[in-house]
């Protein structure tokens, strides 16, 4: 059976360029992962990496036209509007008859399959969660000729109009998976993804990642000899050295975590490698963090969403200041600068909540690298459905909906102070995102003097940011009029310092 994948071309919103809450960092394996189970199980399979090649919708629809696929699947990654130029071209091949039957998998359609559905006539189904099983036994009913199937992990609309759907169990043992296919453009990357895990034993409210897999969800891992000969096989065909684990959390629960990741580390250290994982606070410990780092480990995300305990508290995260404090320390000993995860700005933020984060930041020597302070120093809550706050704050009313599309909600601040500091910063550092989207991508030089003009940069967003949260604490609210002032202010003098 032919089976094409494709990753669809995404549109560019300046507004929301730095968003980094898309979809899991994971969800770049899932079309690999997928396409490898259907490849095992003797199909000709494909994967179109629209999206990284930059190809047209034009040019998907040429390149179907030439394969003209049994099963056509579409990664849909994230919108923020419904996206008619999607469904256009679904519409268009299916109409064509390039195709006799097409599916949507991801995050975004696993939560939002309802509308995706009654939007697009030419989607026949949605696969919920995990996609590689449904897939599996989705092709093998198509290729049968099935008149009817109902299979676990798949919504689709019945011939009343109603939509019917089920979710399945998550795989269990991750070994028993084919390793992913991989298109030449992800080979392009600086880094080989890897994915050792699934899951997270965490609940943080802010976060999607278990609710996508099941209902009460939790981490599931490779064994690390299972990885190992995934990157071993990497480094042969591919000469590969750099690789990043994908894994929302890296090291699992407890005392079992610790011993997996220094297992994994053990068996790393004689191939010279270099790597970078995300994790929980709660996680780094000295001795595993040591071990990683003798074997490869270069560079870290972890989420400390806040410098407030109360914040902290609200997001579930179930850490400490003081942990996270900690975490940095330990790092810092081993030589890893971590990046962080932050939200400055939260609904149900305060003045002195702000003001605790901003000196938590300074505290911590985290407000040094330009590209790090300009992502905590605007960062509000996104607020995505599937996420415990998603129904939280609209059931309290705090929740903007856009008439175009509920997968995303703007949650209201009950503070109107912090509200005009989170839009002040956010449209500054907006300016500066835009302007150095191509340098920190690397499609193009950085300017002269780099160093320099980047810490006037730093400065000049740690002073706006201060300036302003005091002039607020002092009773000073600004009126519309000034603050689209300030905000252009702050933009010409982005301008001036790199263009000088």
């Given at each position: 059976?032919?089976?094409?994948?494709?990753e669809?071309p995404?549109a560019?919103n300046?507004?929301?360029?730095?968003?980094?809450?898309?979809?899991?960092?994971?969800?770049?394996?899932?079309s690999g992962?997928?396409?490898g189970?259907?490849?095992?199980a003797?199909?000709?399979?494909?994967i179109?990496?629209?999206?990284?090649?930059?190809?047209?919708?034009?040019?998907?629809?040429?390149?179907?036209?030439?394969?003209r696929?049994?099963?056509?699947?579409?990664?849909?990654?994230?919108?923020?509007?419904?996206?008619?130029?999607?469904?256009?071209?679904l519409?268009?091949?299916?109409?064509?008859?390039?195709?006799?039957?097409?599916?949507?998998?991801?995050?975004y359609?696993?939560?939002?399959?309802?509308?995706?559905?009654?939007?697009?006539s030419?989607?026949?189904?949605?696969?919920?969660?995990?996609p590689?099983?449904?897939?599996?036994e989705?092709?093998?009913?198509?290729?049968?000729?099935?008149?009817?199937?109902?299979?676990?992990?798949?919504a689709?609309?019945d011939?009343?109009?109603?939509?019917?759907?089920?979710?399945?169990?998550?795989?269990e043992?991750?070994d028993?998976?084919?390793f992913?296919?991989?298109?030449e453009?992800?080979?392009?990357l600086?880094?080989?993804?890897?994915q050792g895990?699934?899951?997270?034993?965490?609940?943080?409210?802010?976060c999607?990642?278990?609710?996508?897999?099941?209902?009460?969800?939790?981490?599931?891992?490779r064994?690390?000899?299972?990885?190992?000969?995934?990157?071993d096989?990497?480094?042969?065909?591919?000469?590969?050295?750099?690789?990043?684990?994908?894994?929302p959390?890296?090291?699992?629960?407890g005392s079992?975590?610790?011993?997996r990741?220094?297992?994994?580390?053990s068996?790393?250290?004689?191939?010279?490698?270099?790597?970078?994982?995300e994790?929980?606070?709660?996680?780094?410990?000295?001795?595993?963090?040591?071990?990683?780092?003798?074997?490869?480990?270069?560079?870290?995300?972890?989420?400390?969403?806040?410098?407030?305990?109360?914040s902290l508290?609200?997001?579930?995260?179930?850490?400490?200041?003081?942990?996270?404090?900690?975490?940095?320390?330990?790092?810092?000993?081993?030589?890893?600068?971590?990046n962080?995860?932050?939200?400055?700005?939260?609904?149900y933020?305060?003045?002195?909540?702000?003001?605790?984060?901003?000196?938590?930041?300074?505290?911590?020597?985290?407000?040094?690298?330009?590209?790090?302070t300009?992502?905590?120093?605007?960062?509000h809550?996104?607020?995505?459905?599937?996420?415990p706050?998603f129904?939280?704050?609209?059931?309290?009313?705090l929740?903007?909906?856009?008439?175009?599309?509920?997968?995303?909600?703007?949650?209201?601040?009950?503070?109107?102070?912090v509200?005009?500091?989170?839009e002040?910063?956010?449209?500054?550092?907006?300016?500066?995102?835009?302007r150095?989207?191509?340098?920190?991508?690397?499609?193009?030089?950085?300017?002269?003097?780099a160093?320099?003009?980047?810490?006037k940069?730093?400065?000049?967003?740690v002073?706006?940011?201060?300036?302003?949260?005091?002039r607020l604490?002092?009773g000073?609210l600004?009126?519309?009029?000034e603050?689209?002032?300030?905000i252009?202010?702050a933009?010409?003098?982005?301008?001036?310092?790199?263009d000088?």
């Amino acid at each position: 059976m032919k089976i094409l994948l494709i990753e669809h071309p995404r549109a560019f919103n300046p507004q929301r360029c730095n968003d980094i809450a898309n979809t899991p960092l994971s969800s770049c394996l899932i079309s690999g992962y997928a396409a490898g189970v259907l490849a095992d199980a003797g199909h000709n399979v494909d994967i179109l990496e629209a999206y990284l090649e930059d190809l047209s919708y034009e040019t998907v629809k040429d390149r179907i036209s030439g394969m003209r696929p049994d099963l056509l699947g579409v990664h849909m990654v994230y919108q923020w509007h419904m996206d008619r130029d999607l469904f256009n071209l679904l519409e268009e091949v299916k109409q064509g008859g390039l195709t006799k039957y097409i599916t949507a998998y991801g995050f975004y359609p696993s939560f939002y399959f309802e509308q995706i559905l009654r939007e697009c006539s030419a989607i026949d189904s949605v696969i919920l969660g995990e996609p590689e099983l449904v897939f599996s036994e989705l092709a093998d009913a198509l290729n049968r000729h099935a008149q009817s199937f109902d299979i676990p992990g798949l919504a689709r609309l019945d011939r009343c109009g109603n939509i019917t759907s089920s979710r399945r169990k998550p795989v269990e043992n991750l070994d028993s998976l084919p390793f992913p296919m991989r298109t030449e453009a992800m080979f392009r990357l600086p880094e080989v993804n890897l994915q050792g895990s699934r899951g997270c034993y965490g609940q943080c409210t802010f976060c999607c990642i278990n609710p996508f897999y099941a209902n009460g969800s939790r981490w599931r891992s490779r064994s690390p000899e299972n990885i190992v000969a995934e990157i071993d096989l990497l480094m042969a065909q591919r000469g590969s050295k750099d690789f990043y684990f994908t894994d929302p959390n890296f090291f699992g629960p407890g005392s079992r975590g610790q011993r997996r990741a220094i297992s994994l580390a053990s068996l790393l250290k004689s191939r010279n490698i270099s790597f970078g994982i995300e994790g929980r606070v709660n996680d780094i410990n000295d001795e595993a963090i040591e071990l990683l780092v003798e074997a490869g480990l270069r560079h870290i995300l972890i989420g400390l969403e806040s410098g407030n305990d109360v914040s902290l508290k609200r997001f579930n995260k179930m850490t400490t200041v003081a942990r996270n404090e900690r975490a940095i320390s330990i790092l810092r000993k081993h030589s890893v600068e971590p990046n962080i995860g932050f939200i400055m700005f939260e609904p149900y933020s305060s003045l002195e909540d702000i003001r605790t984060n901003l000196e938590f930041l300074q505290r911590n020597g985290l407000l040094n690298n330009l590209p790090v302070t300009a992502n905590v120093l605007y960062h509000h809550q996104i607020v995505l459905k599937g996420s415990p706050a998603f129904q939280m704050l609209r059931s309290q009313g705090l929740l903007e909906l856009s008439p175009s599309t509920a997968y995303e909600g703007t949650a209201a601040f009950v503070d109107t102070r912090v509200a005009s500091l989170a839009e002040l910063m956010r449209q500054v550092t907006n300016s500066l995102f835009l302007r150095m989207m191509g340098i920190w991508s690397e499609r193009e030089p950085a300017p002269v003097g780099a160093k320099e003009k980047y810490a006037k940069l730093n400065d000049l967003l740690v002073d706006l940011f201060e300036f302003h949260l005091g002039r607020l604490e002092n009773g000073r609210l600004l009126t519309n009029e000034e603050k689209l002032a300030e905000i252009s202010g702050a933009v010409d003098r982005i301008g001036r310092i790199l263009d000088t």
